[in-house]
């Protein structure tokens, strides 16, 4: 079974350009707001251990602070080394004073066996 959960945060406390850290049932999201809307990524680098949430956002890429590995906040997709995996992206709805991140956790362990053909 997918676990879902959703986060609201102020658009009031995202301005332009920022990023902000949120734990959601133990895993750490970054949300950020650019000129092309409000994006929701994992914040822990897929290279080692380093929140993108400190480091910068450049457009739509997020920079690693560590070693500098760059990712796509639109797709997760990585953009510059050293990091070879993406990040996992998650749905983000606004309103005019929200924006509303649904994280589900696709780590989630089956409750039942799939059936067998
Ligand atoms: S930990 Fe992010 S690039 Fe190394």
């Known amino acids: 079974m997918e676990n879902r959960t959703t986060i609201s ?6 301005a332009e350009g ?7 049932d133990g895993r750490e999201i970054m949300v950020c707001r650019t000129k092309g809307g409000v994006f929701a990524v994992d914040d822990i680098c897929s290279h080692a251990y380093a ?3 400190e480091g910068r956002l450049r457009g739509f ?5 560590l070693h500098g590995a760059a990712f796509d906040v639109r797709t997760g997709a990585v953009l510059g080394a050293p990091a070879t995996r993406p ?8 309103d005019a004073t929200h924006a509303t991140v649904t994280v589900t956790d696709s780590r989630a362990i089956p409750q039942s066996p799939p059936a067998m053909p």
């Open 9 to 14: 945060i102020p658009l009031a406390e995202l």
């Open 87 to 94: 990040i996992e992206c998650f749905a983000v709805t606004c």
């Open 51 to 53: 929140r993108l949430s």
């Open 18 to 24: 920022h990023m902000v850290s949120r734990s959601v």
């Open 61 to 65: 890429r997020a920079i690693c602070p």
